[in-house]
């Protein structure tokens, strides 16, 4: 009989917080956990068809049992990758936009260096 294991159900300590609005930190929490969950209906739909596509009754066991292929899995990742890109667009473009502000800003040596100079 195989031995039942109980994991803790919160993470211990203090949940991060990353915006100073807290509200923020919530929103994204809550936004990530229903991108995981669409990421995994969309794996099941997908083994749901590719289970029928082969003739197999799509079963709840059939579904818990299959394991995808390595052509499967990386159909799956690069999925799984452009979604992800979408649900984060406006944080991505938000770092893209202070990485190109911190690029054109000069270094604080250079500035003083043409304070000194007189420039």
Do not use: C, N
């Not at 915006?19 to 956990?33: G, N, R, V």
């Amino acid at each position: 009989m195989a031995e039942t294991i109980t994991l803790q159900k919160k993470a211990r300590g203090e949940r991060p917080q990353y915006f100073a609005d807290p509200a923020i930190d919530k929103a994204l929490s809550i936004t990530l956990a229903l991108a995981g969950e669409v990421a995994v209906l969309r794996d099941r739909i997908d083994t749901i068809e590719r289970l029928a596509e082969a003739g197999q009754s799509p079963t709840r066991a059939a579904v818990d049992a299959y394991v995808p292929d390595a052509a499967v899995r990386a159909a799956r990742d690069a999925w799984r990758d452009s979604y992800l890109d979408t649900v984060l667009r406006i944080i991505h473009q938000e770092r893209e936009e202070l990485e190109q502000r911190a690029a054109d800003t000069k270094p604080y040596a250079a500035v003083i260096d043409e304070v000194e100079a007189g420039g």
